[in-house]
Every structure is written in structure tokens, then in C-alpha cells.
């Protein structure tokens, strides 16, 4: 187990591949300037991407390097050290310059360096057909549509967003829809709600975009009198959805759940979307819809500590988890990771429910 720590943030050019400085949160032996006073401290969302991340540099006030300087890409890395000795070195955060905050006081002087996670670039620009705001894709699995809104990002900021054959998976299902007056993230969001039941969407600390369905078995598993600092169980079912008509472009579908109404009673929603060209766009859309909410939701809030032999860093939205030496029932298994703070010795994960994309994207970039 680990029993040392430290963290190095590299500040890079706009490409996120040439290298200006480093900063480390262990201070220099010599007493000199140039180092971290923080460890890290950042949110992760599940259908989203890493958030806001501010860095205390220890540099003079009014001559601070050029280096920090805007869109500059920044990359945080955790080095563990455990008793063999073997050290570690975990790539755990990538974002680009955002604020720039010198500063004096009674206590010293420095300069905070406010960063946004690289998912963050999705939501400058508007995904266009050339000069036109309206995009078009017909028949087509989600997958192809995404990749299609990740190649125009990486027009706009090469080489920092990107996905790969095994980040992105078929959904295998044609839908047809437009894009009007959309954000690449918002667009991303549309892709998907179109991917079925189960499917969820990130943009991690390798700036590498997933698209992929719940794993079938858990990623972790989280002990209770171990490596499990405190466990709260939230249950809801303010939110319940089971019955949804879809109204898009040349009808309307509808979609419920007869155990679920039988349960709850019937609760409606209507969504309104012309954007969905298609039956089985809007059948795919009112069936993720009934299937994402139809049950009461079960929301577990986890601290857990570095005593977690797999190591804190290791645990990613996306991923799911079981939790031991609890009573059967209060959580289930298999649940999937929906948000991670990193807090250097700890992560608080919530289990459970998927977050919504427009409250966490507000939270995410303030």
C-alpha cells in the first residue's frame, strides 16, 4: 500500500504536447519558489467530463511565468510511493487554462491557475454543415454520429479531444436526427439519449471520448470497514417516469412500462424533439427515457480511502462497483459509478443514478 504522495502538474503548450514547466506539490529542499502549496481537488460526471480544478502556485505575484498563460493544457499526475519501494506515477486530470488569479496577502503571495477538464472544449463551438447551424445524419448507429462531432472538435482544438475503436462502441441501431443550433456537447447529449438503455458517455483525464454500455460485472469492490470511510444510501422516487410519448418530425411514439405504472401509478412526460427524423429515433429516445426512470432510484454516496488496494485513481466514471459487509439489498450490485470527487487521499463516488447533463455541466464549469 502506498505511504507516500505527492502530485506534478505539467503545464504544456495549446497542442497539450510541448512541454513549458512543471510544478510539484513537494517543496523544494532549498526553500526556493516554483512549487504546488495543493494537492488536487476535482469532480468527475458520468455523461460529462472533468470539471473545475485550481492550482496555488507558489511564484511572484506581478512576475509570474508566461507559461501560465490562457488554453495553455495543464496535466496532473498522483506518484505513490508503497514500502517495496516501487513508485507509481497515474495520470488523473488533463484541462487547460482558464483563470488567472495573482495574489498577495498577510499570508504570502502566489497565483491561482483555474482549469477546466478538456471535455470542456465541447461546449465553445456549434456543430455546423459547413457555415450552416443544421446537421443532418440519416440512419446511422449513435456511434458514427458521435465520432462525426468529435472529428469536427478536433478541427477546432487538434489533437487534445479523440476516441478510439474500443472507446466507442456500436450501439447497433440506425436513427436518424438533426442538429439545430447546437453545441457539440449538447449535441453529444442527443447522441446519447438515442443509444438505448444502459449507455453512458465520458471524456476522461486521456481527453479520449467513451460511448459504451454498462460493464456486466463490477469494476470494484469496496469493503466496508476497510477501504470505505463512510456509505450513505438516498432513496427517491420523486422522479419516477413511466409512461412518455415522443413528438418529433413526421409523428409521435409512444413508450411506458406496465410493472412500473402498476407500482407508482402512471407518470407522464411528453418530448418534444423535431429534431428525431424518424420512428426509431423517437422509439429509441421514449424507451431511454422510460428505461432510465421508471424505478424508484437508489443514490449511494461513498468516501474511500487510500486503503483500497487497487488504488483511488484506478476508480472512473463508467466503471461499477460492489459494496461488502453490508446487508444484502441496501445497495445493489453492479451499480454503476455516476460521479467521482478526487481529493487527493480520498474519492467520494456516488453509485446509482445517471447525472443530468445540463445541472452537472453548470456545476462542472461554474
Known amino acids: 500500500m502506498p505511504y507516500q504522495k505527492h502530485f506534478i502538474y505539467k503545464v504544456y503548450g495549446t497542442d497539450g504536447a510541448s512541454l513549458l514547466a512543471t510544478y510539484s506539490t513537494k517543496r523544494p529542499s532549498d526553500g526556493s519558489g516554483g512549487y504546488a502549496k495543493n494537492g488536487p481537488s476535482f469532480d468527475s460526471q458520468l455523461n460529462g467530463f472533468q470539471g473545475e480544478l485550481v492550482i496555488d502556485l507558489a511564484v511572484d505575484f506581478d512576475d509570474y511565468p508566461a507559461v501560465l498563460d490562457f488554453m495553455n493544457v495543464v496535466k496532473v499526475y498522483a506518484v505513490t510511493v508503497d514500502d517495496t519501494p516501487s513508485q507509481t506515477v497515474t495520470l488523473i486530470y488533463s484541462g487547460f487554462v482558464s483563470r488567472i488569479e495573482p495574489y498577495l496577502n498577510d499570508a504570502g503571495e502566489g497565483v491561482r491557475v483555474t482549469c477546466l477538464g478538456l471535455g470542456s472544449l465541447t461546449t465553445f463551438a456549434y456543430y455546423k454543415n459547413g457555415a450552416a447551424y443544421e446537421v443532418t445524419h440519416s440512419a446511422e448507429d449513435p456511434s458514427a454520429i458521435a465520432e462525426a462531432i468529435l472529428d469536427q472538435v478536433d478541427t477546432l482544438h487538434p489533437g487534445l479531444l479523440s476516441y478510439t475503436p474500443d472507446s466507442v462502441q456500436s450501439v447497433g441501431t440506425n436513427v436518424t436526427v438533426t442538429f439545430n443550433d447546437q453545441k457539440h456537447a449538447d449535441a453529444l447529449k442527443k447522441t446519447h439519449e438515442l443509444s438505448g438503455t444502459d449507455w453512458w458517455w465520458h471524456v476522461g483525464a486521456d481527453g479520449v471520448y467513451q460511448l459504451q454500455q454498462k460493464p456486466s460485472s463490477a469494476t470494484h469492490t469496496f469493503t466496508i470497514g476497510l477501504d470505505v470511510q463512510s456509505l450513505t444510501v438516498t432513496k427517491d422516487s420523486e422522479k419516477v417516469v413511466n ?24 407518470r407522464s412526460k411528453v418530448v418534444s424533439d423535431t429534431s428525431l427524423g424518424d420512428a426509431q429515433a423517437r422509439q429509441q429516445r421514449g424507451n431511454k427515457e422510460v428505461a432510465d426512470n421508471k424505478d424508484s432510484k437508489a443514490k449511494t454516496t461513498l468516501i474511500i480511502n487510500t486503503n483500497y488496494e487497487q488504488g483511488i485513481e484506478s476508480i472512473k466514471v463508467g466503471q461499477t462497483a460492489n459494496v461488502r459487509n453490508l446487508r444484502a439489498g441496501i445497495v445493489p450490485d453492479n451499480a454503476l459509478i455516476a460521479s467521482v470527487r478526487y481529493d487527493g487521499d480520498t474519492v467520494t463516488v456516488e453509485l446509482g443514478e445517471q447525472t443530468d447533463f445540463g445541472r452537472e455541466l453548470r456545476k462542472l464549469i461554474g
Not at 415522443?246 to 412500473?260: L, Q, Y
Open 243 to 266: 409512461d412518455v410519448q415522443v413528438r418529433g418530425s413526421g409523428g409521435n411514439t409512444d413508450a411506458f412500462d406496465a410493472t412500473s405504472i402498476s407500482t407508482y401509478g402512471t
